[in-house]
């Protein structure tokens, strides 16, 4: 089981907002003739100046929104940490669990013996989280003893300026493996709906030509390609 | 010169996409499946009952983008201090004023005397700033003479969930009067866009039949119809 | 086991500062010749008036920070969607959970059969953790298997306005119970620290006298006396 | 008339609430403990490490609030773009105007001729403000006449990790003059508050040692005594 990504909603045109609501700053005219005059062309090299001069507020314009299924509960709570986001969740309060499973990290996966004992200590679980339902505790205390690795499904919405932090941070081979597929899966949607505004994006390694962190992995991204196929 | 207001973009299929979110909270389904299943009358009710419960955070996937222009600075001064919303706006160090105005207050055109002296006070204070700009004074530092009425444009990005909250406030008759003409017209744009979404918003007297306010009016809306054609 | 809270620092002289940060939007006077002129009789019949006229903003302006303990990762999980906070938490990525422990909700907890089934779980979760990392599993994949009301640590910060809205939300008798706890114990504290600020806080019932929720609980609280001692 | 800065109220021992709130992401130990053991030392050189790793949101658990006097309404309006931060300003609604003034930029005051412009322009403005408040005009509409460089007075809080952004920005030579002046004042005071927090802050030719704008000044600072001199 792996996350799955859905880009349910976006702005239309965003490219062509972002460049507008940039050009205002520095423009005489209004934001209506100046989209007007905005070719594709003019819309991508304007974008890439932004980028390279910093400028970023203008991104915020953009919105996207996601629907995640597959996440562990361990990555959601990493993920709700992002507060310039909005965020509906499956509740466990209302929500019964029966029937739901546990995501399981590759490297238990590719371990047998840790997969036989992380399968039946899922299985317990839940076969646990049942039985105290049957004994009158409440979903929302019986889920208590469900793994942290409980999938979870919930609906995001991110502006585009936000989302190249978080691809900046979330796909850095240094992040945790799951939350860096969430971050792979989205870009590679917004990427599709606005090339021109996530064109470049990802940690410092792609985006400046050389590793920021303080700890490198020592393995930086080739490029793109590489990281868009992790 | 009255302020002039465009919405340039806004979340594809809105109320759809918030009422998706707002039901993922509740069910063992993914988001994908509940928006194939949510028809037209689902989605109304289901977002009038989450308005009536104060469930509005699924409010927030809905962004929204407005051009605006004809406005006062005295006016963009207080609707950037609305923080969760972007902005972006014309910069009077980069752009020069020649050529631009000064926003009149109704009270000052309807009184023939304040009238004459507004706008003469207004022409001296551009002849002013051109002749600061002769004299070498940088654009930057000439502005300071032009009037707080001086006229500006702007991008603005917000979700449904911080325009019920700006409609509440701003829409209230003792609001500033042109603050207020910006959110009437703004609530104009996003009820033909969204009409499930913004059916019901503005002020207590509007959204729950009595005024909470420390200090009433004493006049409140008979309804949505005279607030909207205020 | 249950949440310990440390209300570990504040904005020193609290009430007077929120005080002084209101009256300058009404006064021809600075911040400074305001605070020297503040007795403790007017700030505190000052803030009264600010909170009943709905003036929240000046509230911000006192900050409050809290180590807690003995959390559930399923209540932190619920914590840190409040935005408008800082919160640094201990890492399961960074930090072994072995000696660590699960809440137990008192629900399980008065349950005889309940009880056992929740020790035997927990206490295999925490076995099968350690079997995997001497397996070779990294903790951060590990920690997947340990159940979702584990133990967690955080210090918290937030502001004065924010906390009224938390203290309204989560001390509410429809709350999950571990996070009305942890709302309990930061109130008492920070009605210790700052009493003229948060003398009247909690949910509707409580400050407005009469429930405004969708779906009452049936049994408003009595006052102040009963929420604190709850 | 210069923009006057007072440090009206800061978090107690900052450095060290910083540094237990960081030592907990990645320690088996509460914050009482942490806190407990946290030397000046120790936490001195825990913060550098913090800093130069990027582990910047610990930062936040420490908020600074400030009076600023004499800082004009088109400094104020930049300002509160700072989305992240509190403000309680003077109102122009509710404060009437008359006796106050406008600041006056040193390009305008170091050139005879255009100094004596501005005085009678803004003399002028004021003459016609109050003229217009005599003829029935509310203040808050006089107030559209008088010069955007009216001084406005207002309490600001910004939590440390906020306000290294906030340094990195405004410190930058390329910034506006008087909005450079007021963080310059800023981080003289904080310095003198969290002098382990604040000891290195600015933009990136100090920060970094090397510029990092997309258009350069062409003249980096030498090192904080320069900037903090300027």
């Known amino acids: ?39 594709e062309d003019k819309t991508e090299s304007f974008l890439k100046m932004l980028r390279d001069s910093g400028h970023l507020s203008p991104f915020e314009h953009a919105s996207y929104t996601f629907a995640v299924e597959g996440l562990s509960r361990v990555a959601s709570h990493q993920l709700v ?6 965020y509906s969740q499956q509740s466990q309060r209302y929500v019964g669990m029966s029937g ?19 399968e039946e200590q899922t299985a317990r679980a839940w076969a646990c989280y049942e039985k105290l339902v049957e004994l009158g505790v409440q979903r929302e205390d019986a889920r208590f003893i469900l793994p942290h690795g409980a ?12 989302l190249h932090h978080f691809f900046a941070l979330r796909l850095c081979k240094r992040a945790q493996w799951e939350i860096l597929e969430l971050a792979r899966q989205m870009l590679l949607l917004v990427r599709e709906a606005s090339p021109e505004i996530f064109g470049v994006a990802g940690p410092s390694c792609i985006t400046l030509g050389r590793c920021t962190e303080a700890h490198p992995c020592g393995s930086p991204y080739s490029g793109m390609e590489e990281m868009l196929s992790a």
Chains 1, 2, 3, 4 share one sequence.
Request: glycine share 4%.
């Open 1 to 39: 089981m792996a996350v799955i990504v859905n880009l349910i909603a976006g702005t239309p045109d965003a490219a062509r907002i972002v460049a507008a609501a940039a050009k205002i700053c520095y423009s005489p005219s209004g934001a209506v003739d100046i989209l007007d005059g905005l070719t």
């Open 81 to 86: 940490r992002h507060r310039i986001a909005s």
């Open 100 to 118: 739901q499973t546990c995501i399981m990290p590759p490297s238990v996966a590719q371990n047998e013996e840790a997969r036989k004992l992380f």
């Open 151 to 162: 999938e979870t499904r919930l609906v995001m919405t991110m502006n585009a300026r936000e």
